[in-house]
Every structure is written in C-alpha cells, then in structure tokens.
C-alpha cells in the first residue's frame, strides 16, 4: 500500500536559519497528490501546500516544496524560520484516480524554532 | 471556511465499554476520514468514506467500525474499547481526492 515516511521526529532549528523537512513516499500509482499540514498546539491540523505537477516548485507562506517524482521526495523548505513556525508538520500523499480517495500521512516532524 | 464538527469534544470510558464518536460536516463534502493522532506515529487512517452508505477500510481499523448514515454525518464506533485506543480522534472531509481536507478540532478519548 501507500506510504509516507518522514525521517526527522524532532527538528531544533535556531531563528533566523532555514529548515529542511523531509518527505519520502512509495506509491504504485501515478495519479497522486501531495500536502504539507501544519499543526498548532492544541490546534487542528491545516493546509500549509500541496501540488501534484512533478519538479514544480509550490510556494506558500514563506515555505517551499517540489514534488520529485524521480526520487519519491516532497521536502519542505524554508530559507529563514520564525518563532512561529514552531509547529507539528505532516507530509501526506493522495490517492486522485478513481473514487477511493485514500489520504495517507507520515508520522509527523515537531518543528522547534528557538532564539 | 468549511465546518467540521465533531462530539463530544472529551470521553472517559471504561475497559470493555462502548462508545460513538460523531463527526459532521455541513460543506456538502463527499469524502470522510477518521484519524487517530497519537506521538510518534503521526495521523492513523482508521476509515473512511466516499459518500452515504460507503465505506472503505482504512489502515489500522481493528477493533473500530464506521458507519456513514448521511452526506453530512460520519460515525466511529468502539464497542469493546481498550486502554490502548486511548488517542485524540481526528474527523476530516473534503470535496474531492486533489483537494485540502478539513479537520475538525478533535475528540480525545480516554479508556480506563
């Protein structure tokens, strides 16, 4: 089945400095998409980006992400991180062809920007 | 923004009880899920579902069934619930596969 594997569980990263999330997945289909979410403490998850055109660069609020389907990768970037970034992020992967409609998230990386 | 409301917002019950966690969404959405979020293992598809009387099996469904009796209303059911179903529960919706999806604020359930 899908999968999506996120390798880093904690990520410490100091204001100011980038950040590289990272996103692997494995899928037998080719009619798929793929999302960022963000989570807030006590909040519930949301749409940070999403895209489905491989080596498009997709922008959104300071982050970036290209899907490679080449190397099953979806990394989020970005350049210079905010206190506020502080956050849980979930890669996921979507099934689009057909009626399913099956979403599939990765374990999640916790985001702790300090000063 | 689209509206997922999901009941009650906390439970306690105990080992062996049964429970019904309910989700609502009033977006005319097609698609419903249930998650289970717990540390170090991210969101959990448990089910989901393409619309009223469907439902498809998710990733970790054992010991949970669903039932999708409305567009708007999704039901998770516990019959004989375990400590280690302890978790927040996620409810989710969205219009079609290539779309955001909607969470609602969450269930958290805990089994004694």
């Known amino acids: 089945g899908d999968s999506v594997t996120q390798t880093e569980g904690l990520v410490t990263v100091t204001e100011g400095l980038p950040v590289m999330l990272n996103c692997t997945y494995q899928t037998a289909y080719s009619d798929v998409a793929f999302f960022w979410y963000v989570q807030y403490l006590n909040e519930a998850p949301k749409l940070l980006l999403r895209?489905?055109?491989?080596?498009k660069r997709t922008e959104h609020q300071g982050f970036h992400a290209t899907l490679h389907k080449s190397s099953s990768s979806f990394h989020l970037q970005k350049s210079s991180v905010q206190l506020s970034d502080s956050a849980l992020y979930y890669c996921?992967?979507?099934?689009?062809?057909?009626?399913?409609?099956?979403?599939?998230f990765g374990e999640g990386t916790q985001v702790t920007v300090i000063s | 923004e689209a509206a997922v409301t999901q009941s009650p917002r906390n439970k306690v019950t105990v080992t062996g009880g049964n429970v019904t966690l309910s989700c609502r969404q009033t977006n005319s959405h097609n698609y419903m899920y249930w998650y289970r979020q717990d540390t170090g293992h991210g969101l959990r598809l448990i089910h989901y579902?393409?619309?009223?009387?469907?439902?498809q099996i998710g990733d970790v469904p054992d010991g949970y069934k669903a039932t999708r009796t409305t567009q708007e209303d999704f039901f998770l059911l516990l019959e004989l619930a375990s400590p280690s179903q302890t978790s927040l529960y996620f409810c989710?919706?969205?219009?079609?596969?290539?779309?955001?999806?909607?969470f609602g604020k969450g269930t958290r359930l805990t089994v004694v």
């Open positions: 895209s489905s055109t491989d080596n």
């Open positions: 579902s393409y619309g009223a009387g469907n439902l």
């Open positions: 996921a992967l979507a099934y689009t062809g057909g009626l399913s409609g099956k979403l599939t």
């Open positions: 989710a919706s969205r219009g079609h596969p290539n779309t955001e999806v909607f």
